[in-house]
């Protein structure tokens, strides 16, 4: 595998739900042949009529070439000569690697195995693999066709540099991990959040919709603009994070002893699902989809118009 | 106190640091007459030159009256005849309940005291005043003049509606917590949040650098358009929240299970100070807030564009 989009290679997607629409809206959208497999016909069948609107919204932001999309009748057909199969299977270990096995056995044996995975770890993926260096964790964020992260692991120092290189010619933002970890590093952050946005609800502290208002209108806003650990920097004034790990270091620490540790049970799921219904407001997850990605177009335009 | 901006009287600010000529941009902003006071002098000196700049910024998101801003020479001028006094005091409550008790010793009785505590309860500051119902939390967020978020808290549901009519009227977003809550809502989330992005970096998973850019290139960017609850409802495909918590609720729970709890002792200090130095590469705090703060306009001005 080369780094970059020199080589012309196909690439396959296998697994054809909504993570792997937005990729082939990403593939395709760098001229690359896309070869999409997925066992369930039906959502292979209407993959091309879901690609088709991520593609418009890619354009808003980026040149979006032709490429073009084969529905493959089988994996074999999707994986023999792709420079790298993208995928996106259901969360469970046993299937992805009965998977691996499957892919390994029809594709050339440079092709690059890249999981989407958003929970499992690459050491367990890798076990049973019979060339186990190839495989490379590659796991995007939704909505796939219009967030940039792309977070990466691999033990491989040289697959990681070529990974990181092909995500960037596709205009993703990769970020390596040096170690892999579960949940990987966006996906803790986000459920740190959310364990005391859930302890929030629970004590009564404000609706859902206010919590997520406060985090829309406060943190979350700045976090588009620079992260967590440059904003207590510019939280410590001219003296930075020393300064501020000196001043508020030890009340940061007692902040954290009284963040809450809800549980998910009965009671806290009716609290949160009436909460979520009375934010929505009658709009439908679709409806919620579209006004957020044509928000994140919008947002994603002016960001590079800003100095950064 | 009436609620808008109807009533011309005076507001008075007292403490002229950061968050203090944040507010004053805010209220000049309005046309509103602000009284300043800070015990420091060279701080109520340098006022007027802080909030320029900070009002030519509020300019590209909203019109900017001229106002008056007047450095109070004593506490007495700044909240004598004042409608609402904004508190910016150093976060210690032996310093704000001797000061509340000299604002309620030279304002009137129906003077509104606004506390831009962060850390502080409503319950303790007000515990020495003599009129106590007239005490709100009113917490903005960094940087003050153009983060729209205020979280208030009163026990009192006339001036809590009376407040947000106000706060409202300034251009911004005001959040009323029903129960009062350390770092109330905002806070809590940024420090949950954070801990997590620290432990990784303890744990040594990914560099300072590229712990914000997966933050700042992934969730974060989301959490400008939608809070972490909706992102989970958006999570649960069709079925929304419901389903989410049935199906993945255990395993998100697993995952609240694995997050750290990380020490700021002298290693973590070093580590993140050198992953901060690293990942400001030479510009300096100042320059990091003008970057910030160009961003943020132009992203509160695409917000805006966008369906919301």
């Given at each position: 595998m080369t780094g970059g989009l020199d080589d012309r290679a196909p690439v396959a997607i296998v697994g054809a739900g909504l993570i792997g629409a937005g990729w082939a809206a990403v593939f395709t959208a760098a001229g690359?042949?896309?070869?999409?497999?997925?066992?369930?016909?039906?959502?292979?069948?209407?993959?091309?009529?879901?690609?088709?609107?991520?593609?418009?919204a890619l354009k808003k932001l980026q040149p979006v070439r032709r490429g073009r999309l084969v529905l493959a009748t089988s994996l074999v057909e999707?994986?023999?000569?792709?420079?790298?199969?993208?995928?996106?299977?259901?969360?469970?270990?046993?299937?992805?690697?009965?998977?691996?096995?499957?892919?390994?056995?029809?594709?050339?044996?440079?092709?690059?195995?890249?999981?989407?995975?958003?929970?499992?770890?690459?050491?367990?993926?890798?076990?049973?693999?019979?060339r186990p260096e190839r495989l490379l964790v590659a796991h995007p964020f939704n909505p796939v066709h219009l967030i940039p992260l792309v977070e990466l692991f691999t033990p491989d120092p040289a697959l990681a540099a070529h990974a990181e290189a092909f995500?960037?010619?596709?205009?993703?933002?990769?970020?390596?991990?040096?170690?892999?970890?579960?949940?990987?590093?966006?996906?803790?952050?986000?459920?740190?959040?959310?364990?005391?946005a859930v302890h929030l609800v629970g004590?009564?502290?404000a609706s859902v919709a206010d919590i997520d208002a406060a985090l829309v209108e406060g943190p979350g806003l700045r976090w588009a603009v620079q992260g967590a650990h440059l904003s207590y920097h510019l939280g410590g004034g001219a003296g930075g994070i020393a300064d501020y790990l000196d001043h508020l270091g030890p009340s940061q620490e007692r902040r954290w002893a009284t963040l809450g540790q809800p549980r998910l049970d009965g009671e806290m799921r009716d609290r949160l699902t009436e909460g979520v219904d009375e934010e929505a407001g009658g709009r439908s997850v679709a409806e919620l989809e579209a006004e957020r990605d044509a928000a994140l177009v919008e947002l994603m335009r002016a960001r590079r118009k800003a100095v950064r």
């Amino acid at each position: 595998m080369t780094g970059g989009l020199d080589d012309r290679a196909p690439v396959a997607i296998v697994g054809a739900g909504l993570i792997g629409a937005g990729w082939a809206a990403v593939f395709t959208a760098a001229g690359l042949e896309v070869r999409a497999f997925d066992p369930e016909p039906a959502r292979l069948a209407s993959l091309r009529a879901r690609v088709r609107p991520l593609r418009t919204a890619l354009k808003k932001l980026q040149p979006v070439r032709r490429g073009r999309l084969v529905l493959a009748t089988s994996l074999v057909e999707a994986v023999g000569g792709a420079r790298l199969v993208q995928e996106n299977a259901p969360e469970k270990l046993a299937v992805k690697r009965a998977l691996f096995a499957a892919i390994e056995a029809a594709a050339d044996p440079a092709t690059v195995i890249a999981s989407s995975t958003s929970a499992l770890l690459w050491s367990d993926m890798a076990l049973e693999m019979s060339r186990p260096e190839r495989l490379l964790v590659a796991h995007p964020f939704n909505p796939v066709h219009l967030i940039p992260l792309v977070e990466l692991f691999t033990p491989d120092p040289a697959l990681a540099a070529h990974a990181e290189a092909f995500y960037t010619a596709l205009g993703k933002r990769p970020v390596r991990l040096r170690r892999e970890m579960p949940g990987h590093i966006a996906g803790r952050l986000a459920a740190a959040l959310w364990r005391e946005a859930v302890h929030l609800v629970g004590e009564g502290v404000a609706s859902v919709a206010d919590i997520d208002a406060a985090l829309v209108e406060g943190p979350g806003l700045r976090w588009a603009v620079q992260g967590a650990h440059l904003s207590y920097h510019l939280g410590g004034g001219a003296g930075g994070i020393a300064d501020y790990l000196d001043h508020l270091g030890p009340s940061q620490e007692r902040r954290w002893a009284t963040l809450g540790q809800p549980r998910l049970d009965g009671e806290m799921r009716d609290r949160l699902t009436e909460g979520v219904d009375e934010e929505a407001g009658g709009r439908s997850v679709a409806e919620l989809e579209a006004e957020r990605d044509a928000a994140l177009v919008e947002l994603m335009r002016a960001r590079r118009k800003a100095v950064r």
